[in-house]
């Protein structure tokens, strides 16, 4: 099976910064893409950023950009998002997601979309 483990999350003051690390694991053979997404209470979960494995093409919420970049290391399949200029709106759960994830199951190769569990990023004074 698949298993995405995500870190760096925290409270940090407005204008701070944080990065958050997404870690895919498992007999995995590629990814189609990796990406973030957020939650705030009471609202829908949104996307932050997504970054194409093959193009490394990248895609922002409007919200985010030129204060977030997202990265990639294909070897170690696995996913970053550097957070600067941090507003209080920021505040959220992150969620990783790798979309198009062929791994062998044990008896054949098979394609899914996995989530993260989530980390906590709180922006506040």
């Known amino acids: 099976q698949v298993q995405l483990v995500e870190s760096g999350g925290g409270l940090v003051q407005p204008g701070g910064s944080l990065r958050l690390s997404c870690a895919a694991s498992g007999s995995i053979r590629s990814i189609r893409a990796m990406g973030w997404y957020r939650q705030a209470p009471g609202k829908q979960r949104e996307l932050v950023a997504t970054i194409i494995t093959s193009s490394r093409s990248t895609n922002y919420a409007d919200s985010v950009k030129g204060r977030f970049t997202i990265s990639r290391d294909n070897a170690q399949n696995t996913v970053y998002l550097q957070m600067n200029s941090l507003k209080p709106e920021d505040t959220a759960v992150y969620y990783c997601?790798?979309?198009?994830?062929?791994?062998?199951?044990?008896?054949?190769?098979?394609?899914?979309?996995?989530w993260g569990q989530g980390t906590q990023v709180t922006v506040s004074s």
């Open positions: 997601n790798a979309a198009g994830v062929t791994y062998w199951s044990g008896r054949s190769y098979v394609t899914a979309d996995y």
